[in-house]
């Protein structure tokens, strides 16, 4: 972008030093006289000269926008990507949370089972002990579960950023795109009135 600014930027320039009459002398050219550029073009009128340099930057211009159009496909294919990867994502987390939720009320049971075994002793060691290793277990999935939750959490704010960039990146590469598009408009507008 910053290379299609600064010839763009050269363009103007050129158009700004060189739209003004220059007193040349006798040269083995041709005699003295007032010409459109500094390099003595004694062989064509001012018209001739910006129809040809108008023509030749309005191609370039075109040229220009083409890159940007690729650019922006690019990105919104980017884009598009990383919307879909962060359904998926979002779906993971949903059904993460849905399976922790489903060991705790799985721990509360098993803890209420525990309770009713403590409370009566006589016949129910081997039970209570049962209990104990699934409320154990049941601790031990729970955890990893939140742990699974935690890291696809930190993989969905990764994700949201990098979203957020390709969005931002998106919408200068548009901003830009429109820019080129009106100057290569302008171009071929004075190209136009010079022909």
Same mark, same amino acid.
């Given at each position: 972008?910053a290379?299609?600014?600064?010839?763009?930027?050269?363009?103007?320039?050129?158009?700004?030093? %060189? %739209?003004?009459?220059?007193?040349?002398?006798?040269?083995? @050219?041709?005699?003295?006289?007032?010409?459109?550029?500094?390099?003595w073009?004694?062989d064509?009128?001012?018209?001739?000269?910006?129809?040809?340099?108008?023509?030749?930057?309005?191609?370039?211009?075109?040229?220009?926008?083409?890159?940007? %159009?690729? @650019?922006?496909?690019n990105?919104t294919r980017?884009?598009?990507?990383?919307?879909?990867?962060?359904?998926?994502?979002? /779906?993971?987390?949903?059904?993460?949370?849905?399976?922790?939720?489903?060991?705790?009320?799985?721990?509360?049971?098993?803890?209420q089972?525990?309770?009713?075994a403590?409370?009566?002793?006589?016949?129910?060691?081997?039970?209570?002990?049962?209990?104990?290793?699934?409320?154990?277990?049941?601790? /031990?999935?729970?955890?990893?579960?939140k742990?699974?939750?935690?890291?696809?959490?930190?993989?969905?704010v990764?994700?949201?950023?990098?979203?957020?960039?390709?969005?931002?990146?998106?919408?200068?590469?548009?901003?830009?795109?429109?820019?080129?598009?009106?100057?290569?408009?302008?171009?071929? @507008?004075?190209?136009?009135?010079?022909?």
């Amino acid at each position: 972008f910053a290379v299609i600014k600064i010839r763009i930027l050269r363009y103007v320039r050129d158009i700004e030093g %060189n %739209n003004q009459l220059v007193h040349v002398p006798d040269t083995p @050219r041709g005699g003295g006289g007032d010409y459109w550029d500094t390099q003595w073009r004694s062989d064509e009128s001012k018209e001739e000269y910006w129809a040809r340099k108008g023509r030749r930057e309005a191609l370039e211009c075109q040229e220009y926008a083409q890159i940007l %159009n690729l @650019r922006v496909a690019n990105l919104t294919r980017q884009y598009e990507a990383s919307l879909t990867l962060q359904r998926a994502q979002a /779906d993971s987390v949903s059904q993460l949370q849905g399976f922790v939720t489903e060991l705790i009320r799985d721990k509360t049971t098993l803890e209420q089972r525990l309770e009713e075994a403590e409370g009566s002793r006589e016949g129910l060691e081997k039970e209570m002990r049962e209990a104990r290793t699934a409320l154990k277990e049941a601790s /031990d999935r729970e955890a990893r579960g939140k742990e699974s939750a935690r890291e696809v959490e930190t993989e969905r704010v990764m994700l949201t950023s990098r979203l957020e960039e390709s969005l931002a990146a998106t919408a200068e590469a548009t901003a830009l795109y429109e820019k080129e598009m009106t100057e290569a408009y302008e171009c071929k @507008r004075q190209l136009k009135a010079a022909g």
